[in-house]
């Protein structure tokens, strides 16, 4: 069966000192959250299936295998299912966790491969054997909270912080106390305060001149905001 699939990545790590530190007390890493519609060669909803799922971590430049783990998932009623990359079972690569991947690097890509089994069933079939491909996408920055929790340097960190109850802004600045350079990893999250509301796609620009961080949205936005600078 050949599947057509619309990828929707979900950036919703929230960070706060109270949560970094709560997280390395207990041991309970983040991961990195997708979710995914799946999509038959008629363009319909794969509905309430079980299905098998094989994400793979390489380095943008080349085909090395960083990391790769499989799910087995469920999808919903919309063809829908959601996964958190890190939560799975080890399929192979260099580093056998996504918390031992060297995230400051950056320039990762990360590659989804999914599997259905046939209805009606049939006999002998194996989901090993039947990977579709549903393309790679660019992992950029967003991995440096998980990259924050690995350093014991307290100095990588320079700002990180939330900021909640936003009504219809186009854009919002963020002041800094360190200096922002040209080098620095930025990640941003949006957290829409009422569901199923999407929250509108964003652009970031370094403020240099005033030390600042300037988050413009595409369109009025409201709700919350999360930001992660690394040195």
């Known amino acids: 069966m050949m599947l057509f699939c619309r990828i929707r990545i979900l950036f919703l790590l929230g960070w706060s000192n109270v949560f970094v530190t709560a997280a390395l007390a207990q041991t309970v890493l983040p991961g990195i959250p997708f979710q995914m519609q799946a999509r038959d060669r008629f363009n319909q909803a794969v509905k309430q299936q079980t299905i098998q799922v094989h994400t793979a971590i390489y380095f943008s430049s080349d085909a090395q295998l960083i990391y790769a783990e499989e799910q087995q998932l469920n999808t919903d009623q919309q063809g829908v299912f959601l ?10 690569g260099l580093f056998n966790s996504l918390y031992a991947i060297p995230w400051e690097k950056l320039n990762y890509r990360v590659q989804i491969k999914i599997a ?10 194996n989901y090993q054997d039947n990977w579709i491909e549903l393309g790679a996408v660019p992992i950029g920055i967003v991995p440096y909270a998980i990259y924050a929790l690995q350093t014991a340097d307290p100095y990588s960190v320079k700002s990180k912080g939330r ?69």
Request: charged residues 20%.
């Open 83 to 92: 996964f958190t990359l890190g939560k799975g079972q080890f399929a192979g």
């Open 116 to 125: 259905i089994p046939p209805q009606p069933p049939q006999a002998n079939w």
């Open 163 to 231: 900021i909640g109850n936003l009504k219809a802004e186009d854009s919002l600045a963020i002041r800094l106390d360190f200096p922002l350079e040209l080098d620095d990893g930025i990640a941003v999250t949006l957290e829409a305060d009422k569901m199923p509301i999407s929250s509108p796609s964003f652009f970031i620009h370094r403020d240099l001149a005033r030390n600042q961080l300037i988050i413009y949205f595409t369109a009025p936005y409201t709700g919350f905001v999360t930001w992660l600078i690394i040195d």
